[in-house]
T-cell receptor, first 113, second 113 residues
Framework: SQTIHQWPATLVQPVGSPLSLECTVE??????LYWYRQAAGRGLQLLFY??????ISSEVPQNLSASRPQDRQFILSSKKLLLSDSGFYLC????????????FGDGTRLSIL | DQQVKQNSPSLSVQEGRISILNCDYT??????FLWYKKYPAEGPTFLIS?????DKNEDGRFTVFLNKSAKHLSLHIVPSQPGDSAVYFC????????????FGTGTKLQVIP
């Protein structure tokens, strides 16, 4: 069966520090991968998606970047965190093709001080 | 522009009764709809989906109804159980290369024993 791992579960970082969140998927090949952010009291906002190694698309301009160095690895990064980067970050995967549900990791709670 | 709307932020239901969660959408290109369940500090869990070629899909206690003309879908949970207490997200997507999903802001369901 497929599993998705996301870490760390919680992270407290000072403003201006770098960020690296990692997500890995097991039990599937060539998945689509996604990074979402959920701000307090709001829905899920798609940040990045990837359909293959090295292929990253950004949905919103922001202080973050994403990379996919391996088929089942997706990394969310920042060189300098802003206060507004606080939130709950979720990684997800889906099979290729139409009408495939996305499956989420347990998320990272990021607090910027 | 909120393309997927869940106008009820919360709902309370007695155990054993029916829970009905509602969702409206504005983009007529959406052709695949999903419901997710989310517990605190966890990622959303896929519950059930429906394609626009259907108007009903059932899985155990969960049934999703789709009214395309009204751009409305609903999730029925019968009978409701205390373990169903969670935030429920409605989501929608349209056929494309990578399954971009638009989420609603969620409805918090409380099932009272």
């Amino acid at each position: 069966s497929q599993t998705i791992h996301q870490w760390p579960a919680t992270l407290v970082q000072p403003v201006g520090s770098p960020l690296s969140l990692e997500c890995t998927v097991e039990g599937t090949s060539n998945p689509n991968l996604y990074w979402y952010r959920q701000a307090a009291g709001r829905g899920l906002q798609l940040l990045f998606y990837s359909v293959g190694i090295g292929q990253i698309s950004s949905e919103v301009p922001q202080n973050l970047s994403a990379s996919r160095p391996q088929d089942r690895q997706f990394i969310l990064s920042s060189k300098k965190l802003l206060l507004s980067d606080s939130g709950f970050y979720l990684c997800a995967w889906s099979d290729r093709g139409s009408n495939q549900p996305q499956h989420f990791g347990d998320g990272t709670r990021l607090s910027i001080l | 522009d909120q393309q997927v709307k869940q106008n009820s932020p919360s709902l309370s239901v007695q155990e054993g009764r029916i829970s009905i969660l509602n969702c409206d959408y504005t983009n007529s290109m959406f052709d695949y709809f999903l419901w997710y369940k989310k517990y605190p500090a966890e990622g959303p869990t896929f519950l059930i989906s429906i394609s626009s070629i259907k108007d009903k899909n059932e899985d155990g206690r969960f049934t999703v109804f789709l009214n395309k003309s009204a751009k409305h879908l609903s999730l029925h949970i019968v009978p409701s159980q205390p373990g169903d207490s969670a935030v429920y997200f409605c989501a929608a997507s349209y056929s494309g290369g990578y399954q971009k999903v638009t989420f609603g802001t969620g409805t918090k369901l409380q099932v009272i024993p």
